[in-house]
């Protein structure tokens, strides 16, 4: 028998095109690195970003049926976002986020996570959002471990969304990107 192993190079999914200016994960960064001290060291390696926008194709294709497809990129105030998805249910709109990640479930949703579905439901002005994140590792407590997806419905404040909004505005200034 012979094996010949060779690391292989995937090449990236085809992504829509991102507009240029401010997006809202400019301003997450910035905020992000305030708040932990890290300053954001650029792009994440190429691999790790394919597998979560694989995870979210797939999720969007097995869930169309039931939920709206991938929103077109919006605005508000100068700054753009791409939500993942928007459920549209009886008492209003809902802003859908898929994440895949080796963090532990354990762990409950993440800080930079919720200041993304705030950014999110500010700028499609509704007070809902559900997470949907994928853990790979799971909670890290079973060998080997073992994949758990979660749904986070969550509700905000109107004053949540209003002061973390001000809060991304004011760290993008700060930083000079406004």
């Not at 995870?55 to 976002?81: Q, T």
């Not at 700028?123 to 080997?144: N, V």
Request: aromatic share 10%; hydrophobic share 35%.
């Amino acid at each position: 028998m012979r094996i010949e192993s060779t690391l292989m190079e995937i090449p990236p999914g085809l992504r829509p095109p991102r507009s240029p200016g401010l997006h809202l994960s400019d301003l997450i960064d910035v905020k992000w690195a305030f708040l932990t001290g890290q300053s954001f060291n650029g792009p994440i390696h190429p691999l790790r970003a394919e597998q979560g926008y694989l995870w979210e194709e797939a999720l969007e294709r097995a869930l169309a049926d039931r939920f709206s497809p991938r929103p077109a990129e919006i605005m508000c105030e100068g700054v753009a976002m791409s939500p993942d998805g928007i459920d549209w249910e009886p008492d209003g709109p809902v802003v859908v986020d898929y994440k895949c990640t080796s963090k532990s479930s354990a762990r409950g949703l993440d800080e930079r996570w919720l200041i993304q579905l705030k950014g999110y439901c500010y700028g499609l002005k509704t007070l809902r959002a559900r997470s949907i994140p994928f853990h790979f590792m799971g909670d890290y407590g079973s060998k080997p471990p073992v994949p758990e997806c979660w749904c986070h419905n969550i509700w905000f404040t109107e004053t949540e969304l209003v002061e973390e909004w001000q809060s991304l505005l004011l760290h993008g200034r700060e930083a000079g990107l406004r």
